[in-house]
């Protein structure tokens, strides 16, 4: 191990760096070849941008002027005093919060962003407190929508039971990291967000103004706070999610590859069918063609959803596999594709990993709750 450590360190990251890239590029272009596979990275990213980012920009733009109005007429407040004795003890959070869980529920990860960059919301927070508000939102993104997506393949009880065990992973990862960053950064335990005098301010301003000018000042500038989340998140959601689809997908269905979007090689379903036995201990996975929808939900959950009419028409799924699909694409939900950027946004870039990580454990947690409740919803 020393004798490794002291080879790492007489070579130079450049050559790591294009040593890997090299490899997996090298790999992925033996098997498409090297025009279609730049075809492929090119188109997907493209039909991403378009037809992925951009419609989430709209979804913050939106969202993020609902949020900016509820704070603007005491929505929040409200929220508050009705929902503390239930947040506090599960999430460790203030009761406002709930207002967030809502906001990503009904649309997705970055609308938690949108309602964190007002003062009169972030007030209620300790630092530690609204730092892991990236994984609490985010385990709720686009949740109504992966709810009534399965409703409409026909499962019904799995669907809730799946939201159940988003819950219980929202729980893990929220607290998980509420603890990673104590210990890293142990001021921001006791550290206010925002001073009283600000919000008091801020208050004061609002007051002020004529209710018209209110509602449109509300409106216009949670709009534009949503822009801005729009315009952050495309880094991740094109490379990231690009990569994983490259690795998941297969050729085209005449069995070559064409250079068309989400082409791709299936290594992680090659990985997932030499795991296999892990996965059905874990998650009750039958198939290792299973293991696609996770991994894709890593990237985008949207994308992910997009396999399931395949497993159904090829017979794959059952009742657990969507419960489990349910807890893990509503927890994870993009996260790898939009973590960087939601906490790049707050202004705590550097802990990006520890949010990673708690948010991988929390999804994983998520699915494991999801599949033994469902065994024990089946024996009942």
């Not at 075809?39 to 920009?57: E, K, P």
């Not at 508050?80 to 506090?88: A, F, H």
């Not at 001021?187 to 103004?209: F, H, N, P, R, T």
């Not at 992680?268 to 036995?277: A, D, H, N, Q, S």
Request: contains cysteine.
């Amino acid at each position: 191990m020393k004798l490794l450590r002291k080879l790492y360190k007489l070579i130079p990251d450049g050559i790591i760096c294009l040593t890997i890239v090299f490899a997996l590029f090298a790999y992925i272009a033996s098997q498409m070849g090297t025009p279609q596979m730049l075809n492929t990275i090119m188109t997907t990213a493209h039909d991403l941008l378009i037809n992925t980012v951009f419609y989430l920009m709209a979804i913050c733009v939106i969202t993020g002027a609902l949020g900016r109005l509820f704070v603007e007429f005491g929505v929040v407040s409200l929220l508050e005093k009705i929902l503390r004795p239930l947040m506090k003890p599960l999430f460790n959070l203030p009761g406002v919060a709930s207002l967030g869980a809502v906001l990503t529920f009904l649309s997705d990860n970055p609308a938690i962003i949108s309602l964190a960059q007002d003062k009169r919301f972030s007030g209620y927070f300790k630092k530690y407190q609204f730092i892991s508000l990236t994984n609490f939102g985010t385990a709720f993104g686009m949740g109504l929508l992966v709810v009534v997506y399965m409703v409409g393949q026909g499962f019904y009880a799995a669907p809730f039971i799946g939201l159940f065990g988003a819950v219980c992973g929202c729980i893990v990862s929220t607290r998980l990291m509420q603890y990673f960053v104590i210990k890293s950064c142990p001021q921001y335990k006791m550290e206010d967000v925002c001073s009283a005098q600000e919000i008091e301010e801020l208050e004061d301003s609002g007051v002020a103004k004529p209710l018209f000018q209110r509602i449109l000042d509300s409106l216009l500038d949670g709009g534009r706070t949503g822009v801005d989340v729009g315009l952050a998140i495309i880094p991740g959601v094109l490379i990231i999610s690009t990569l994983v689809m490259l690795l998941t997908f297969g050729p085209a269905a005449s069995g070559e590859f064409t250079g068309a979007a989400y082409e791709g090689v299936e290594l992680l379903p090659w990985i997932g069918e030499k795991l296999g036995f892990l996965f059905e201990w874990l998650f009750g996975f039958t198939d290792p063609h299973l293991i696609a929808f996770p991994i894709t939900a890593l990237g985008a959950v949207g994308a992910a959803l997009g396999l399931i009419p395949n497993f159904v028409e090829a017979g794959w799924v059952d009742g657990n596999s969507i419960a489990v699909f349910t807890a893990i694409g509503m927890c994870w939900s993009g996260y790898l594709s939009t973590h960087t950027a939601m906490l790049d946004t707050l202004g705590y870039r550097h802990l990006t990993s520890k949010a990673i990580l708690a948010h991988t454990i929390g999804g994983i947690v998520a699915a494991i709750i999801a599949h033994w409740c469902y065994m024990l919803y089946s024996i009942i």
